[in-house]
């Protein structure tokens, strides 16, 4: 690798962000990328140091626009499961508890794994149980606002009416139930690593995308992070044209800034699967 910036830059670089997370930005410019076994450290020929710090920072901007979008859908998910249960079940104010609507292992670890003592301790909550001292819990549109994203895709999964999450899933154009699980399940782990700052770019799905109205999928794109960008633009599109607009040219400007540079160029093409159009 060239060290192409002075000692005095590097050193402030390296304290900066620290080896160990540069590390992750170092490992796709190896001439033996992506193998992770047996890996020889040994960097392909013209790599240089600034360009490792480009990725670096790439990565860190993509991060920030997927969370300001991702956002957006996190509230309208959470919107809109809250509106039609609460609809449904309008004698129930604490549906999320009542075996008619969940499920009994749901009802059984909520007040453990959610209810627990630090959720009872946010404001609106506390501020809830201080004025009514006989509720065990708060009404759900309350409840729900503090549920965290991947929580309110477990209440979704966990609903006994397919009817009410048929519902739910109508508001996004989608008839299966199973794809707007697998859709919203794949944006709540892209949001964790935005969210925990951890390395995006080669970012692998844990779990396979469905085929469904927002792409189809094959091989090739069944866990990249370009099929991602497919679901969140889908989701806006449902909740805001504008929005969806707004994300596919702030991603494109921001890959545009380096599709003249090969290192990075390719590093986008071939682990993030976004293809320019020259």
Known sequence: MSLDFDKKKIREILFDIGYFRLGFYCFPFEGNYPQIKNRTHKYREGTKFSDVVKLYYLDVNLRHILTKYINRIEVNFRTKVTYEVSILYQNS????????????????????????????????????????????????????????????????????SEEVKSLIAKHYDINNTRVLENYIYSIVQVRNVCAHGAALFDCKLAKSLKNGPALKIDNTNKNNLQS????????LSKISENREQDMKNEIKALFSEYKDNPSIRYIIESCIGYKFNE
């Open 93 to 160: 104010n604490t549906w999320f508890v009542d075996t008619n609507v969940m499920t009994k292992k749901y009802i059984d670890d909520f007040g453990i794994k959610v209810y627990n003592d630090a959720f009872r301790n946010k404001n609106v909550i506390k501020l809830h149980h201080a004025n009514y001292i006989n509720d065990r819990y708060a009404p759900a549109w309350k409840t729900m606002e503090f549920v965290t994203f991947g929580g309110i895709l477990t209440v979704f999964k966990n609903l006994k």
């Open 228 to 235: 991602i960008f497919c679901i969140i633009q889908f989701f």
